[in-house]
Nanobody, 124 residues
């Protein structure tokens, strides 16, 4: 049974940093893409960043490029999202996802597995 478990969310002030973690278990993810999405109240789920487990190629939404960094630790089966220079508009529930993508990394329908999410709140 595939499980994705996020952690690391919290309440911070604008300009602060947070690191989210996603521990993956239940299968081999070598050919998968691991993604981070977020959803704010009343808004659709939006792509944040993704990384190919094999090779480490990364993808970012324009809104977070230069501030967020996605990475993975193969030995720990963990994907990280380092978030720097946080802004109030980054406030959302953040989800980790995994998928064997044939299409766009930004399309949530491409991801078969999802975690429960973790809340990130940035105060101004």
């Amino acid at each position: 049974q595939v499980q994705l478990m996020e952690s690391g969310g919290g309440l911070v002030q604008a300009g602060d940093s947070l690191r989210l973690s996603c521990v993956a278990s239940g299968r081999t993810f070598n050919n998968y893409v691991m993604g981070w999405f977020r959803q704010a109240p009343g808004k659709e789920r939006e792509f944040v960043a993704a990384i190919r487990w094999s090779g480490g190629i990364t993808y970012y939404a324009d809104s977070v490029k230069g501030r967020f960094t996605i990475s993975r630790d193969n030995a720990k089966n963990t994907v990280y999202l380092q978030m720097n220079s946080l802004k109030p508009e980054d406030t959302a529930f953040y989800y980790c996802a995994a998928g064997f993508l044939l299409g766009s990394t930004a399309n949530p329908r491409e991801y078969a597995y999802w975690g429960q999410g973790t809340q990130v709140t940035v105060s101004s």
